[in-house]
């Protein structure tokens, strides 16, 4: 039985950078249609490759703007990778940024309809895990108010109660719980835990190195869209802890 749910097999991704400024949307066509606007090529992630099996968890470390959120969006298949393929057996569940998947106007009732629209669900099944999705968030007071007007950990809250309604065969979760409270991270832990347990894979991105260590077996540290080192959480961990120290210690 192949148990590789997720292959990533030498994936490059690429940004095209506008690399003059431009002041206005006209300025924009007129160059884009008289070919005359330069481009300038970014690698947010190179050659990167590692597989991860049925079951297992992986954080995926790194500084600011190495190319953790790219990667996540690629094997969630929202970017075409340029060069590269991912292969995904499963599906997934993702959560990543804050508020995709939202209407910031609508409330937070009608944006659990519209989420689980565009997580797959029917109407039917959103209906029938309504109350569990407002009792995870504990934002009972709250169903008939604006998303836009709650802060980023509620959002954080509603996303996660909403992604997590599903046993998905892989969980893809982005920096979200750095914003909700100690006790609602807590309890996010806890349901992540309680969803590896029933066979659930995890992709996890954290700057908090202390969750990854908890809750990862394997981890993957990018640096500069490079992929630095992937192997058991503790090793990729500690290298990459080290680089940071160092850094750290220069200035
Ligand atoms: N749509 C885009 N167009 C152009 N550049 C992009 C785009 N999305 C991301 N980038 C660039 O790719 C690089 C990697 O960004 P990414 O969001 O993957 O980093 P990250 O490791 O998740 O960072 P952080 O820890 O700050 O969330 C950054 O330099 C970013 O500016």
Redesign the pocket.
């Given at each position: 039985m192949n148990d590789v749910v997720v292959d990533v097999r030498n994936v490059t991704i690429r940004?095209n950078?506008a690399s003059e400024k431009i002041d206005n949307l006209k300025e924009y066509v007129i160059k884009v249609l008289k070919r005359e606007l330069l481009f300038q090529e970014?690698l947010?992630v190179k050659d990167a490759s590692f597989q991860i099996r049925r079951g297992e968890a992986w954080g995926l470390v790194?500084s600011?703007?190495?190319?953790?959120?790219?990667l996540l969006k690629a094997i969630c298949g929202i970017l075409k990778p340029y060069k590269g393929e991912i292969i995904v057996n499963g599906v997934i569940s993702p959560l990543l940024e804050l508020g995709a998947g939202f209407d910031q106007n609508l409330t937070a009732r009608e944006n659990i309809f519209l989420n689980g629209t565009v997580l797959g669900h029917s109407m039917d099944y959103m209906h029938k895990h309504f109350d569990e999705i407002v009792e995870f968030s504990e934002l009972q007071d709250f169903l008939d108010s604006p998303i836009k007007n709650f802060s980023s950990g509620m959002r954080a809250r509603l996303g996660f109660a909403i992604a997590t309604i599903v046993r998905p065969d892989i969980l893809i979760v982005d920096?979200i719980l750095a914003v909700g409270d100690y006790a609602f991270q807590q309890k996010c832990l806890k349901r992540m835990d309680e969803m590896m347990s029933g066979g659930t894979t995890l992709i996890f991105?954290s700057?908090s190195i202390d969750q990854v260590r908890e809750l990862c077996d394997h981890a993957v540290w990018i640096n500069k869209g490079d992929i630095m080192q992937v192997g058991p959480v503790d090793e990729v961990c500690d290298a990459y802890m080290e680089s940071m120290e160092k850094k750290v210690a220069k200035k």
């Open positions: 940004f950078l970014f947010a790194g600011n703007g190495s190319g953790k959120s790219t920096e991105v700057h």
